[in-house]
């Protein structure tokens, strides 16, 4: 057998009993696999408090395998919140953000793996938060706390927040932010001030105000196109008719460039993968890379929404970043194609079997209309995967009925049948036997 073997077929041999003590054995050797499996445990339980108990055995040195355990807790949070679990997962989420951002604090390597964790515990919670909000004002503290006081990791998006902080939330950070732009200090306050009103500006909609922040901002390409955008988007297309004339006629004077805003004028000049790797590495180096990515990221999404080209260069974008979770989540939200979504689902299958299976059907629909005896036996190749997908995903009942309407709706294409049979795949009886050749 050689190096490159696939050992699934071999394995769907053994039953369960070998197969756990196989798999008992490689965990003993593997503390890694074990942990994985331990929250996997946990999960299947519904037992949050177990989550708990085993992110207290996580080393917190920084190490890699504390990066590792931390993975597997964030896996843990990301499988319930995706079965829609009915647990309280904010504490959870929360308390791995925190414990993350100490264990970097204590290192100062805000780059890695580890800050990649960071920026997906926070998505996470989040998601919790939406899921189960909490009280609105602990929030909104917990929220100035990170960005006035914190070590200037994690950067706080308001948007993934808005629903759970609410109108009592969104007014105590408004509050707080009012306060410290009036108090007229220079520094990392005031910066993090700014940031935070041109974010509230935009959640809370208020567009006078927004237009008001960016305008006073240096002139820059990308944040001429915003204001236009943002007035085109309330409707007021004279304001940013006039808005883009003034921009386009502007004298502005010559300034000196570093290598990251020779990049960053690049990009904005032609926003896509190719423009986004070279300012990536260019920010990296100048250690502008956190700020640069969010600004960069948002104008991949706002182009995303244009159509599915632009949603696929923003996947690739996402693919490169070592971020295929939220690649897949910009497939599905801003519709990439048919291929890209079905390339993501590959990848994607095999650790989250239900969320793929809508694009795999979508697939075989899509190969049946070809009505070509080589696009039939792909789609009976796809059915097989689609029925693996449903038992992984403990609905092979949901599978039985979409193949039992399907063989219905398309019970005279005889080919699609004889291919479907010839998978081995049992055709329901209440199914009868096709008449006409298709």
């Known amino acids: 057998m050689s190096p490159h073997s696939d050992l699934r077929p071999y394995l769907r041999t053994l039953d369960a009993e070998t197969l756990a003590d196989l798999l008992h054995a490689q965990a003993e050797r593997d503390p890694e696999l074990r942990h994985s499996l331990e929250l996997r445990a946990a ?9 708990h108990r085993l992110l207290d055995t996580a080393v917190t040195d920084g190490n890699v395998e504390y990066t590792a355990k931390i993975g597997a807790v964030l896996d843990t949070l990301q499988r319930m919140l995706d079965a829609g679990s009915r647990a309280d997962l904010a504490p959870l989420a929360r308390r791995t953000v925190d414990d993350i951002s100490e264990v970097l604090e204590q290192s100062g390597d805000h780059a ?27 929030l909104a503290d917990w929220i100035l706390e990170v960005e006035f006081d914190g070590p200037g990791r994690p950067v706080i998006d308001l948007a993934e927040f808005a629903t759970a902080l609410g109108e009592p939330g969104l007014k105590r950070i408004k509050s707080t932010v009012d306060d410290i732009l009036a108090a007229n200090g220079p520094g990392h306050r005031r910066d993090v001030a700014e940031r935070l009103r041109e974010q509230l500006a935009e959640v809370l909609g208020d567009v006078d105000e927004l237009v008001a922040i960016l305008s006073a901002k240096p002139p820059r390409v990308d944040v001429s196109l915003k204001i236009v955008r943002v007035l085109r988007a309330a409707g007021r297309h004279s304001e940013a008719i006039a808005h883009a004339a003034r921009a386009l006629t ?15 004028k690049d990009f904005d000049a032609k926003p896509g993968p190719e423009t986004y790797a ?3 590495e260019a920010a990296t180096k100048d250690g502008k890379w956190t700020v640069q990515r969010r600004e960069a990221l948002a104008r991949l999404r706002e182009r995303a929404a244009e159509g599915a080209e632009q949603a696929d260069e923003l996947v690739r974008v996402l693919l490169e970043d070592g971020r295929p979770d939220e690649a897949w989540r910009a497939g ?8 890209f979504k079905l390339e993501l689902a590959e990848q994607r299958a095999a650790e989250h079997p239900a969320e793929t299976i809508p694009v795999f059907r979508e697939h075989v629909d899509e190969l049946i209309e070809r009505k070509d005896p080589q696009a039939y036996q792909e789609a009976a190749r796809r059915l097989k995967l689609l029925r693996t997908l449903h038992k992984r995903a403990e609905t092979p009942g949901e599978f039985t009925a979409y193949l039992a309407a399907l063989v219905e709706n398309h019970r005279r294409k005889t080919r699609l049948i004889t291919e479907i049979r010839a ?14 050749p298709r």
């Open 250 to 264: 502007h004298d502005k004077q010559p300034q000196p460039e570093d290598e990251t805003s020779r990049r960053r």
């Open 423 to 436: 998978a081995r795949i049992a055709i329901p009886k209440a199914v009868t036997s096709p008449r006409t």
């Open 332 to 339: 599905v939200r801003f519709g990439a194609s048919a291929e």
């Open 112 to 138: 890695g793996d580890l800050a990649d964790r960071l920026d997906r515990a926070v998505e996470l919670y989040a998601r919790a938060c939406a899921a189960r909000p909490p009280d609105p004002e602990k």
């Open 43 to 51: 999960t299947q339980s519904g037992d949050v408090s177990e989550a």
């Open 278 to 280: 070279a300012l990536r």
